[in-house]
């Protein structure tokens, strides 16, 4: 059976978006999209949210995978550190929306914006 390629909308715009490759911290399964922010002590990441005091409540990158790491660490998980992208579909951790990351965000190299439509 084919597979069936359904776009998501992530990418909104034409900036060359760039890629590495981190360790995801044990948490939860995220989507393509999330949110994510460094814990300083690990330098592991993890979904940003705003009360967080470890670092990570300063959204970092955003993750260009879905990611399972409900078991523990995941390793040479890909997520982007620059490029143009759609906040309409960004996942947000508590106390997160796509207006308290726009700035964060800009400041890595990463834009939001909401995607026109044709």
Same mark, same amino acid.
């Given at each position: 059976?084919?597979?069936?390629? @359904? +776009? *998501?909308?992530?990418? /909104?715009?034409?900036?060359?978006?760039? !890629?590495?490759? =981190? %360790?995801?911290?044990?948490?939860?399964?995220?989507?393509?999209?999330?949110?994510?922010?460094?814990?300083?002590?690990?330098?592991?990441?993890?979904?940003?949210?705003?009360?967080?005091?470890?670092?990570?409540? @300063? +959204? *970092?990158?955003?993750? /260009?995978?879905?990611?399972?790491?409900? !078991?523990?660490? =995941? %390793?040479?998980?890909?997520?982007?550190?620059?490029?143009?992208?759609?906040?309409?579909?960004?996942?947000?951790?508590?106390?997160?929306?796509?207006?308290?990351?726009?700035?964060?965000?800009?400041?890595?190299?990463?834009?939001?914006?909401?995607?026109?439509?044709?």
């Amino acid at each position: 059976m084919a597979e069936v390629y @359904t +776009p *998501d909308n992530l990418i /909104a715009g034409t900036t060359q978006t760039v !890629a590495e490759s =981190v %360790t995801i911290a044990s948490s939860a399964a995220l989507v393509r999209g999330a949110v994510l922010g460094k814990i300083s002590a690990s330098g592991k990441f993890i979904l940003s949210a705003s009360a967080a005091i470890d670092g990570s409540q @300063t +959204p *970092d990158v955003i993750l /260009a995978e879905d990611c399972d790491a409900s !078991a523990g660490d =995941v %390793t040479n998980v890909a997520v982007y550190v620059k490029g143009e992208f759609n906040e309409n579909v960004l996942s947000f951790g508590t106390g997160h929306s796509a207006t308290s990351v726009k700035a964060p965000l800009r400041d890595v190299g990463i834009y939001t914006k909401s995607a026109l439509k044709a």
